[in-house]
């Protein structure tokens, strides 16, 4: 025998009592009543939650047979023949109010728009509806929100019957049945005639509001994410919260919002580039400094400097610098971070080869690095050897003949 579906008879219900007809003491412990409000996952609306017998219930599924297992967090007392029960009502309700939602919006889309719901999707945080094709503009899908708030304000009831296969055929279903057996209809009345195991509120006023606050494309569909009662009110709520969170930090009413994000935005870029400009101008001037206080060599400054600074970008905007003047070699250093880093380089005008000078370094102390003729850079496994590796390169620098 299945499991009775007193869900089905009374979707309002919440405590019952029920025999107790088998236990699963697998892995998880499961139990199967002769009856129960216990909705199990399927047809898109998610499981309950509650109590049975006073022990946590964390899962429901059905089986092939009909029989609905109620998973739980430990094994119900050995000595219980009968057990009473009782749903997380909050939790119930608000599928309830999602999936006649779900109902009502989808023959919105059908009837104002010809697109069918070709998929169902209900999680605890998001509600969606898939349709084929790309998404509907801003004013179609205004004509079916205003389908959707009639119809609310209508307080059509909602009600489910089973229907002989035979007699199921002349409904005016959404889609055609694809089970052999009696056919569940829930009908929101003239309006929607679904094939459907959920469970559903009495009448349309109870899905209260129902908003669609995403349209998303996915390849040739689209997917409409929406609201309905509880969810609604509360996502209000925090836009509520955020907008005025917003017109209060930038001093403006809720529709200027996007026009003074968009004037912040500007400013922030025009201060980046004074910001970069200012940065560059004391880049040059630290070069400068650098090459006048450098050692000469052969008509070439030879300038070895550890950089204090925290960025490790300003080893190669430094040496940038430092090399754009004519007849300079520089070798930076910078431990500012767990591993230190080096850089050298020497202006187009001085003959010497970076990339041979960085093969000696790398045999003599084993530092990594790569790069070109005129720059190279790379890690030192420690300061010390980073210095070494510095002082190496400095004296190839010395042993330049004259360029003068
Ligand atoms: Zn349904």
């Not at 084929?132 to 209508?154: C, K, M, T, W």
């Not at 767990?338 to 790398?362: F, I, T, Y």
Request: aromatic share 6%; glycine share 8%.
């Amino acid at each position: 025998m299945p499991t009775r579906k007193l869900y089905w008879q009374d979707p309002y219900r919440t405590t019952f009592t029920a025999r107790v007809m088998q236990r699963l003491n697998g892995e998880r412990p499961g139990v199967i009543l002769n009856r129960t409000i216990f909705y199990p996952t399927g047809g898109g609306q998610p499981h309950d939650t509650g109590l049975l017998g006073g022990v946590r219930v964390i899962d429901v599924s059905s089986d092939d047979d009909g029989n609905i297992i109620h998973w739980l967090e430990a094994p119900l007392p050995q000595d219980a023949d009968e057990v009473s029960g009782e749903i997380d009502w909050a939790r119930r309700y608000d599928h309830m109010q999602q999936h006649s939602g779900q109902h009502l919006l989808s023959a919105a889309f059908q009837d104002i728009l010809y697109r069918p719901t070709i998929g169902f999707h209900l999680s605890d945080n998001t509600v969606t509806i898939d349709l084929p094709g790309p998404p509907p503009d801003d004013e179609a899908v205004n004509r079916v929100l205003a389908f959707v708030q009639n119809a609310i304000s209508e307080a059509r009831p909602i009600t489910a019957r089973e229907y002989p296969l035979a007699e199921a055929i002349h409904l005016p279903l959404r889609k055609p049945p694809t089970v052999d057996g009696p056919i569940r209809v829930v009908e929101i009345q003239g309006l929607d005639w679904s094939a459907c195991g959920g469970t559903h509120v009495r009448n349309t006023s109870e899905i209260g509001h129902l908003v669609i606050t995403r349209l998303e494309r996915r390849g040739d569909q689209t997917r409409v994410y929406f609201l309905a009662g509880g969810r609604a009110n509360a996502d209000h709520l925090q836009r509520i919260r955020v907008t005025r969170e917003l017109s209060a930090m930038l001093t403006t009413g809720v529709e200027d919002l996007p026009a003074a994000i968009e004037r912040l935005q500007e400013q922030m870029q025009q201060s980046q580039k004074a910001l970069r400009q200012a940065r560059d101008l004391l880049t040059q001037a630290e070069a400068r400094r650098l090459i006048a206080e450098a050692p000469h060599s052969g008509g070439v400054d030879i300038v070895l400097h550890i950089l204090e600074s925290d960025d490790v970008k300003e080893l190669s905007r430094l040496l940038q610098a430092l090399i754009a003047v004519p007849n300079v070699v520089a070798l930076l250093g910078w431990a500012g971070g767990g591993r230190p880093r080096w850089a050298a380089g020497r202006s187009s005008n001085v003959p010497l080869d970076m990339l041979e000078s960085l093969a000696e370094v790398k045999e003599a102390y084993g530092v990594q690095g790569g790069g070109s003729p005129e720059m190279i850079q790379g890690a030192a496994p420690d300061e010390e050897t980073m210095h070494k590796a510095l002082h190496l390169l400095q004296a190839f620098a010395f042993d330049l003949p004259d360029i003068d």
